[in-house]
Structure formats: C-alpha cells, structure tokens
C-alpha cells in the first residue's frame, strides 16, 4: 500500500471527526426559554421604586460633592472633601438616563455612623442634573461625614467627606468680626464719619 493512498483515505475522515468534535460543544449553548415573569423576578422588579443594581448603577452618573453648583445644577468647582462647618455642602449627580418619577435619597451621616438627615426628590422629565444641599453644617463638628445615593430602592453610591474641627481662636475671631464687622468695613465706616 502507497502512503500517498492512505493519507487520502484517514485524512477526510479526521477532518470530518475534527468538525464533529468542535460543534458538539456547541449543541450544548442551545437558547433557553425564559418566561416574562421569571426574568422579572430576576431583575427584582416588583414596583416603580424597585430597581434592579444594574439599571440604578446605569441612571446616575458622576455623582459628586462640591461648595457650589453651576446653572445646570452640577458641581462646579470640583470634587472637594474637605469643609468648614458652616460650608455649603451639595451632592449633585447627572440623572439623564434615570427613569422620570424615580425617587432619589440623600442620607447624610457623620461621626460615629450617625445619621443626621435624609432628603427625597423625584426626577422630573428631562431633568439633566439633580442636586441636594447637606442641612445647616454650622454646628456639625470636626470629623469624617459621608452622603450615600439611593435610586428606588438601591444604593449607588456614598461620598466620604470630612468636616475640619473648628480652631477655638479662629472660632472667637470670626464671632468677634461679625458682631463688629470686619476691619475693613470699620476703616469704610470711619472714612464716612
């Protein structure tokens, strides 16, 4: 028998055993049957406010704390972590691809895992930014603070920022400025006199 003959008899039959072997695996990848009802289970949604991680992670984008918000609503001076009581606080988030009526919650926290306030809003139509604003930080003492973001019912995201202690000496200058004004306006008003 010729070597040449017997290459061409096995060679066809390994190619065809070869492709055999390569598409069994995926006869096994065949479509399953999902029912409508099951993938909501899946997704758990059972209602307008609960929202599966997924969609929540994808409806709010570039959440961030700043002392100021520009005419869109959206942070404008940067992130920043650090404050003085007494500070504006906001939290201001791009919500363009969240679901309009969709409830968003604040939880402001602070030493200790205290919580010290929540606040709601609810996306309008075409609202591109939400914003909210830390309650009154005048009397909030020194230390580590965060703002946590619920969509619905999901958390998606929490903010760490820290209050700066107040300095006792600073403390009594700034009240002794603004019962007496500062030393500017006390030159302004000597100049009138």
């Given at each position: 028998?010729?070597?040449t003959t017997n290459t061409a008899t096995w060679m066809?039959?390994?190619?065809?055993?070869?492709?055999?072997?390569?598409?069994?695996?995926?006869?096994?990848?065949?479509?399953?049957?999902?029912?409508?009802?099951?993938?909501?289970?899946?997704?758990?949604?059972?209602?307008?406010?609960?929202?599966?991680?997924?969609?929540?992670?994808?409806?709010?984008?570039?959440?961030?704390?700043?002392?100021?918000?520009?005419?869109?609503?959206?942070?404008?001076?940067?992130?920043?972590?650090?404050?003085?009581?007494?500070?504006?606080?906001?939290?201001?988030?791009?919500?363009?691809?969240?679901?309009?009526?969709?409830?968003?919650?604040?939880?402001?926290?602070?030493?200790?895992?205290?919580?010290?306030?929540?606040?709601?809003?609810s996306i309008a139509e075409g609202d591109r930014y939400?914003?909210?604003?830390?309650?009154?930080?005048?009397?909030?003492?020194?230390?580590?603070?965060?703002?946590?973001?619920?969509?619905?019912?999901?958390?998606?995201?929490?903010?760490?920022?820290?209050?700066?202690?107040?300095?006792?000496?600073?403390?009594?200058?700034?009240?002794?400025?603004?019962?007496?004004?500062?030393?500017?306006?006390?030159?302004?008003?000597a100049e009138v006199e």
């Amino acid at each position: 028998m010729n070597s040449t003959t017997n290459t061409a008899t096995w060679m066809p039959v390994a190619v065809v055993f070869l492709m055999l072997a390569t598409l069994a695996p995926l006869g096994a990848c065949a479509r399953a049957e999902v029912d409508v009802e099951d993938a909501e289970d899946l997704a758990q949604v059972d209602g307008e406010q609960d929202l599966n991680p997924v969609e929540a992670a994808l409806a709010i984008d570039d959440v961030a704390i700043g002392s100021a918000l520009g005419e869109e609503g959206a942070i404008v001076d940067g992130s920043n972590d650090e404050f003085a009581p007494g500070d504006p606080i906001y939290v201001a988030m791009e919500v363009g691809d969240a679901r309009p009526g969709t409830e968003v919650r604040i939880d402001w926290f602070g030493p200790g895992d205290r919580q010290v306030e929540t606040e709601s809003k609810s996306i309008a139509e075409g609202d591109r930014y939400l914003n909210f604003q830390a309650p009154d930080t005048a009397r909030w003492s020194g230390g580590e603070y965060r703002a946590e973001v619920w969509y619905g019912n999901e958390r998606v995201d929490a903010l760490g920022f820290r209050i700066q202690p107040v300095d006792p000496g600073r403390a009594e200058d700034a009240t002794a400025e603004t019962e007496t004004g500062t030393g500017a306006e006390r030159n302004a008003e000597a100049e009138v006199e």
